[in-house]
């Protein structure tokens, strides 16, 4: 089973916890990764371009002119495309561009890439904070204290601790840290990230994730 460092808010090492080989011992799979990020990438984009079509034109259906007779093109009504004034021809209008894929791929997909960051060091475990009142300070002097590589900072919160107000305060003021809740996570946010950090008590509700995989396999 592997095994993850601990460290404090000085940035020493305190121990280790195991965590789960389902979770942190995947094999990489970049196809899968692939499939992964461009089905959030979907949930991303918004198709709002919108247009008329004839009937959202307000008007009359009657035919402009007869048929044959008058040496003129044939047409309906003043609300087909040709005319000014008229509906748009094959003109976008708002739609879903979301992908679908199955649970089990998704977390498998998000196992991939947590492995491959474990396996790349960029994943560090954190003792559980404990601030009786906001304090940016302290959070920015555990930061530097740790020696990340410069960039995006992903912060992996228990359920508990996102619900902390003392918590929360202290870190949304830090430039490049972002918080998420445990388990809820993606490949794409694992990707994105240049480090993770995971609380205690963060961990453990991932590892739970990974005991559930395991059953259901």
């Not at 389902?22 to 499939?35: K, R, T, V, W």
Request: aromatic share 4%; hydrophobic share 40%; charged share 30%.
């Amino acid at each position: 089973m592997p095994q993850l460092a601990v460290c404090n808010a000085a940035g020493e090492r305190v121990g280790e916890v195991a965590v789960s080989d389902e979770i942190f011992g995947a094999p990489m799979n970049p196809d899968l990764l692939h499939q992964a990020v461009v089905m959030a990438d979907s949930h991303r984009k918004r198709h709002a371009g919108n247009t008329k079509r004839r009937g959202d034109i307000t008007g009359s259906g009657t035919k402009i002119w007869r048929q044959k007779g008058t040496g003129r093109a044939r047409h309906s009504d003043r609300k087909a495309p040709l005319f000014v004034g008229g509906a748009k021809a094959h003109s976008p209008h708002p739609r879903s561009g979301e992908k679908k894929m199955p649970r089990k791929m998704r977390r498998k997909a998000l196992f991939c890439a947590l492995s491959e960051a474990a396996r790349r060091n960029r994943v560090t475990v954190i003792e559980n904070p404990e601030l009786e009142r906001p304090r940016t300070k302290l959070v920015a002097e555990m930061l530097a204290a740790l020696r990340l590589r410069p960039g995006r900072i992903l912060m992996m919160l228990s359920e508990q601790q996102v619900a902390d107000d003392n918590v929360i305060k202290s870190c949304r003021n830090i430039a490049n840290l972002y918080l998420r809740q445990a388990p809820h996570l993606n490949a794409r946010d694992v990707l994105w990230a240049d480090e993770i950090i995971f609380t205690r008590d963060a961990l453990d509700s991932l590892n739970r994730l990974g005991e559930g995989v395991e059953q259901d396999a």
